[in-house]
């Protein structure tokens, strides 16, 4: 998996409320965006540049991120991003800490290799799961999950439970369906016409 370098800069957290408001609009007058790490054995409160993150946002990639605060590195996934509602303007990012001996648990977009069965007899491709949610220890995650459809057959569909990656344990449902190649009305129109045959 692709690894996303950034800078962050250690905060101070204001014990009331008011402050802290205060604190959080100044930091965001600096381009700067409020972020907090958890998962270590403290939790740090930190700034990250809106200019830095652009790469890391706004993306299909998923990436571990090498965090430096204060000339530390630390390993990190994005586990949240609270945007504005109205400008999309981001507010607030939460970083995992993740180890290389324990697993996380993370959603990996899914890609789709081959030529269906049922493509070819006319139906038509969906995917339904753009992303799927994997645990696996970091070393160990892919930057996209492969699946190969060739011999998917017309209106059959694909579940979490017909997929096994090596390495990854999948937390979907394991009747979620993944994708499918569904009849198209031209297709139906060919089956009736060959059925009166």
Same mark, same amino acid.
């Given at each position: 998996m692709k690894t996303f370098?950034?800078?962050?800069?250690?905060?101070?957290v204001a014990a009331v409320s008011a402050d802290r408001k205060r604190a959080l609009k100044a930091l965001r007058k600096e381009k700067m965006i409020p972020a907090v790490m958890y998962g270590g054995e403290e939790v740090i409160h930190l700034g990250v540049s809106v200019e830095a993150v652009r790469g890391l946002v706004y993306t299909p990639e998923v990436f571990l991120v090498e965090l430096s605060v204060n000339g530390?590195?630390?390993?990190?996934?994005?586990?949240d991003i609270q945007f504005q509602p109205?400008?999309?303007e981001i507010l607030h990012i939460d970083f995992l800490e993740i180890f290389?001996?324990?697993? /996380?648990?993370? &959603?990996?977009?899914?890609?789709?290799e081959g030529y269906a069965e049922g493509v070819k007899s006319g139906g038509k491709?969906? #995917?339904?799961?753009?992303?799927l949610k994997v645990?696996?220890?970091?070393?160990?995650?892919?930057?996209?999950?492969? /699946?190969?459809? &060739?011999h998917l057959g017309l209106g059959k569909t694909m579940q979490i439970g017909d997929i096994h990656i090596e390495g990854l344990? #999948?937390?979907n449902a394991k009747n979620?369906?993944?994708?499918?190649?569904?009849?198209?009305?031209?297709?139906?129109?060919?089956?009736?016409?060959?059925?009166?045959?």
């Open positions: 370098s950034l800078e962050g800069k250690e905060r101070a530390k590195k630390k390993m990190a996934v994005v586990k109205v400008t999309d290389s001996d324990k697993p /996380i648990i993370i &959603e990996i977009p899914v890609v789709l491709l969906i #995917l339904q799961m753009r992303k645990k696996a220890r970091y070393d160990n995650l892919p930057e996209k999950l492969v /699946i190969n459809v &060739e344990e #999948l937390m979620a369906v993944v994708c499918a190649v569904q009849l198209t009305r031209a297709a139906r129109g060919a089956q009736a016409v060959a059925a009166t045959k």
